[in-house]
T-cell receptor, first 109, second 113 residues
Framework: GQNIDQPTEMTATEGAIVQINCTYQTSGFNGLFWYQQHAGEAPTFLSYNVLDGLEEKGRFSSFLSRSKGYSYLLLKELQMKDSASYLCASMDSNYQLIWGAGTKLIIKP | GAGVSQSPSNKVTEKGKDVELRCDPISGHTALYWYRQSLGQGLEFLIYFQGNSAPDKSGLPSDRFSAERTGGSVSTLTIQRTQQEDSAVYLC???????????FGPGTRLLVL
């Protein structure tokens, strides 16, 4: 079956760094997406990885290891506005997104 | 508009009534998706439209759910004889093509009493 695993909740301190992990098992693979979702709002696109390695975009970076079925989202210099849920999604061989349940990130001052 | 729009933003209905949810995708996006998100859960795929092709209805949970997309643009998701378990946020997304990044609308929060 298809499965995406990510932690339910994480807590971090303002100004610090946090890494949100995601493991995936899908029928085929056409890339790994990360979305941010603030409470009561729609998911917004953060990053896309299809090749192994690290993609950096400002304070956010995303890493992929296809052989391990593993990705992480790295958030640096955390700000209070980063408090949100972070959704990991793997695109399968039919180009359908398989979604994790999301990681709720709580930032404390 | 610049983004995906959905209406209504909130809908409260009584069990057994029918509801219609509307999605207006980003102009030029040929792919359109409907998802359902229950509280604290991940996104559940419902249905996918690509241009004028037959839709992928594999995610619809029952025959009470149906959707159409007129003229390759606006889509309507219809839930007949609503049940309390249908209460959720219904999200619409669009993309330039199936393999491209999906962009989401603000969602319709449905509450069935």
């Amino acid at each position: 079956g298809q499965n995406i695993d990510q932690p339910t909740e994480m807590t971090a301190t303002e100004g610090a760094i946090v890494q949100i992990n995601c493991t995936y098992q899908t029928s085929g693979f056409n890339g790994l997406f990360w979305y941010q979702q603030h409470a009561g709002e729609a998911p917004t696109f953060l990053s896309y990885n299809v090749l192994d390695g690290l993609e950096e975009k400002g304070r956010f970076s995303s890493f992929l290891s296809r052989s391990k079925g593993y990705s992480y989202l790295l958030l640096k210099e955390l700000q209070m506005k980063d408090s949100a849920s972070y959704l990991c999604a793997s695109m399968d061989s039919n180009y359908q997104l398989i979604w994790g349940a999301g990681t709720k990130l709580i930032i404390k001052p | 508009g610049a983004g995906v729009s959905q209406s209504p933003s909130n809908k409260v209905t009584e069990k057994g009534k029918d509801v219609e949810l509307r999605c207006d995708p980003i102009s030029g996006h040929t792919a359109l998706y409907w998802y359902r998100q229950s509280l604290g859960q991940g996104l559940e795929f419902l249905i996918y439209f690509q241009g004028n092709s037959a839709p992928d209805k594999s995610g619809l949970p029952s025959d009470r759910f149906s959707a159409e997309r007129t003229g390759g643009s606006v889509s309507t998701l219809t839930i007949q004889r609503t049940q309390q378990e249908d209460s959720a946020v219904y999200l619409c997304a669009s993309s330039q093509a199936r393999e491209e990044t999906q962009y989401f609308g603000p969602g319709t929060r449905l509450l069935v009493l």
